[in-house]
């Protein structure tokens, strides 16, 4: 079947420091693969989204590369900022109308 | 802005008090998610809707319901509201014809006293 397992949290991190959180899928075919963004209070917002195998989704900064080889999409940012503080969302498609999450991944920045 | 509505966001409900949470969408996507997320986890899909194609997940309580009366809305009942049942509800839509996305809304955050 179908799933997403992500890096536990939480993370905290000094402004300007380097992020990375980890993301791995278990997929039947070739999945369509996403990460969220959850602000506190707030609802799930698109934050990136690869394709196919190679693509490099970017964002605000963000990036993460789809990876068959390692089943990976493993979440990059090189300087983060207080306003990066958020809750952080792994996520798949594959074939049909749902989406697999992630249990999320806790980010907190502090100045 | 086209976007996804829902309303209120905030509900307070009484044990075993019929509950209603409804949301709206100006994107004209085919399909629509209700999810529910308790704290410190992932979004657990309820059921969707593929047009007026109902689809409901195999763990999702018979306590909870839903109906679409068009594409714009879409409406989350819950019976019998437990204590368990506490949490935000999110309603999500996405269209498979076009980017492969869901677009959520901001959540309704349910509090069962």
């Known amino acids: 079947g179908n799933s997403v397992t992500q890096m536990e949290g939480p993370v905290t991190l000094s402004e300007e420091a380097f992020l990375t959180i980890n993301c791995t899928y278990t997929?039947?075919?070739?999945?369509?693969l996403f990460w969220y963004v959850q602000y506190p209070g707030e609802g799930l917002q698109l934050l990136l989204k690869?394709?196919?195998?190679?693509d490099k989704g970017s964002n605000k900064g963000f990036e993460a590369t789809y990876r068959k080889e390692t089943t990976s999409f493993h979440l990059e940012k090189g300087s983060v900022q207080v306003s990066d503080s958020a809750v952080y969302f792994c996520?798949?498609?594959?074939?049909?109308?749902?989406?697999?999450f992630g249990t999320g991944t806790s980010l907190t920045v502090i100045p | 802005d086209a976007m996804v509505i829902q309303n209120p966001r905030y509900q307070v409900t009484q044990f075993g008090k019929p509950v209603t949470l409804s949301c709206s969408q100006t994107?004209?996507?085919?399909?629509m998610y209700w999810y529910q997320q308790k704290s410190s986890q992932a979004p657990k899909l309820l059921f969707h809707?593929?047009?007026?194609?109902?689809?409901n997940e195999a763990d999702t309580p018979d306590n909870f319901q839903s109906r679409r009366p068009n594409t714009s809305f879409c409406f989350l009942d819950i019976r019998s509201p437990g204590l368990g049942d506490a949490a935000m509800y999110l309603c999500?839509?996405?269209?498979?014809?076009?980017?492969?996305?869901?677009?959520f809304g901001p959540g309704t955050r349910l509090l069962v006293l």
């Open positions: 809707y593929y047009d007026k194609d109902f689809n």
């Open positions: 999500a839509t996405s269209s498979p014809g076009q980017v492969e996305t869901q677009y």
């Open positions: 996520a798949l498609r594959e074939t049909g109308n749902q989406f697999y």
């Open positions: 690869a394709t196919k195998a190679d």
């Open positions: 994107l004209n996507h085919n399909v």
């Open positions: 997929a039947t075919g070739y999945p369509s």
